[in-house]
């Protein structure tokens, strides 16, 4: 997430949009992106596979389960396997830094996915990408985050994004799963912090709510007893704007109830959508793809 | 199985035999298929895959394996976030009724790939156009149901899909594994039941051979005991007329005989490949694709 | 690998050059490819995808898990299967015959990726024309095996494509893992056999390291014992000579040190890029595929 500059999230933004807006059926013609999957997850590589194939790119997976690693391969030699068979990497990997390393052997470019507590930065940046569609502008936004704090590595590499923009941040939890302070230490924009989301509720132009994930507990009472503490209701809702939007990176448990999704303001389906413009944004830029032909560019 | 009116059964098995007949390699250029399957199926899974690729679309493959839902997610939010990445979704999920359920959450179009006990409308289509394609003609035929008629979805979507014609079907089993006396009662075209495969087999146009499911018996003796009741061999063939075809939806185990497979009127191969056509034909029918370029339309 | 002429082989090799110089994007447009992996293998898997898509072709996965094979189906049936739904198949199966067994069924051409103990052909193909890419010819040189010779399809399988060429073998292994006596026995090229590494690897021109494969030993005793007998470092490599290379089948474990990969004579992982353009020309030709479009064909 440090990589990017403030400049470098608008560019790709300016790109996603236009290609939301110009479908664009043959800019990745030829080209092959390999998804190194460690730890499953449905929503980030069939975003990248749809993400590619939109832009008439092919994939080739890699799962787990027929991966070299059963033989004792390191990461390191599975990853420089697929950079033969390919033009750029995907891979999510359950331990931290590990990206990073796997990285400086290869010559071609590398995506993190996911790489355990660590990051996650597509999502954050198709986090920031779904607010800028929808309301407009990140600047001056009040944005609440709820859920569980602490362990959530998509809040932790959100909020660190949304460094990049002039907004106000609300961390609700409950006191044991809070923003690590650590990381409140390191931000420069406006935040406060709660117990209880109606204190901010009103206010909030970005509710993003996160999973309250139940195999980071340490035990079931632990889990059960804060388990529904923060679950967005039509009644809740009631409370906030009517311009305002309600996200989620999903997949939900009891976070969020179903009614609410016919909700104009329930925006975490959307979320998705955009998700994929910003892959394919990303991955035309670290392939250097010539984008004459995109409209934007001639303006 | 009951959406259809004979008319579109009509206009399907036209499009699939002018797709059969003149191959189109750009029909579904940019668009994306996700295939969510919660039970394996080699041939379903691959059938619709080859029919997309056929005509220049692409596939993103969801394995129960690597779904969300090991987090806990619902199969309705499963399917919400496959249809944010591609344009057409199929199905497969082993609950009675999902599949239609599932339907209700989304904008793009679903198509049933077996849910459960339900329906597996796509195979009784392929089957029924398979008739079409080898016989010339579905009507005036007789139809003859051999093996589990209880429990197999297969013949029971079949039936139902032949009310469209003027056929006579023949209902082959042991007495606990007859077709269900509520299905029978629901049929318009004429029929007769039978314990002994002889007592038809002489007057047989199309022999449809289905599969005795081990795991749908109670017990190891129930299935041995009736296990080699119906086996089709080449010896028992030549009491059967010269021109007529032997269908399998497949697997076989040991149903039919693998000798009976180089005689001409083992039709369960081409079966699989009119299947290919069949699905191609329904996908470009619920993506309402332009078909102007196809000949038939314009004569 | 004896269905090879040396002409055939040559033939191929000129191809798979040709595709390396001059990247051709349509040549297999609209042409299908399933692989059948009963066994996993990230590296034969993802490269024939690789060599597939970057000729414009496309791929239908079919990996053990989600085969039919649960429900009882022969190999013999889950081929011809795939047969239906592509144009040419690639088969890895764990049984030595298989893969020609499964062949004598089919109408479409089957390739072999590895059968057992067996063969894997395309291997000592990418592993012969890598060498023909990095040194310019193959008669001549001094091609020296080390590792478990006795259990090592791949080396089987090379030394018996070298035949076609002048070289001289050198084989490299304990004695207990020493190349079956019927293999040599069939040599008709020069050989020397030794224990010792360091007795030819001054003139070795290619050193070809193999794994030893834990899971054929039949105690971890007999496993620990040579674990280490024959790890290629940097050390090692001052006595080699400054223009030769050294390959590698990968997954590596640890017969090369990992401090190797950044020496020029490191050849392991172009080994694997060019294994892609083999597997090109080879489907191409098992296709019959026009290449008129080629310069070669009109020199």
Known sequence: MQQFTTQQVNTLFKLAHELRINPQGD????????????????????????????????????????SSVVKGESLEDTVRTMECYS??????????????????FLRKPLINAGDGIGEHPTQALLDVFTI??????????????????KHGRTVHSLSQLLQHYDVTLHFVSPASLAMPAELLGKLKTKYSVHENLDDVLKVTDVLYVT?????RFESIQAYEAVKGSYIITPQLMTNAKSRMIVMHPL?????????LDTDSRAAYFRQMEYGVFVRMALI??????????????TN
């Open 211 to 215: 999973r309250i994930q139940k195999e």
């Open 27 to 66: 800019l990745l013609k030829g080209k092959i992106l390999s998804t190194i999957f460690y730890e499953p997850s449905t929503r980030t590589q069939s975003s990248f596979t749809s993400a590619v194939q939109r832009l008439g790119g092919t994939v080739i997976p890699l799962n787990q389960i027929t």
């Open 132 to 149: 800028r569609e929808e309301l407009g502008t990140v600047n001056g936004l009040h944005i609440t985050l709820v859920g569980d704090l």
């Open 251 to 259: 997949p939900r448990v009891d976070e969020i109830s179903p009614e």
């Open 87 to 104: 033009d750029v990497i995907v891979l999510r990997h359950p331990e931290k830094g590990s990206v990073k390393a796997a990285s400086s």
């Open 284 to 297: 035309l830029q670290v392939l250097d793809v010539n984008l004459s032909s995109l409209e934007y560019l």
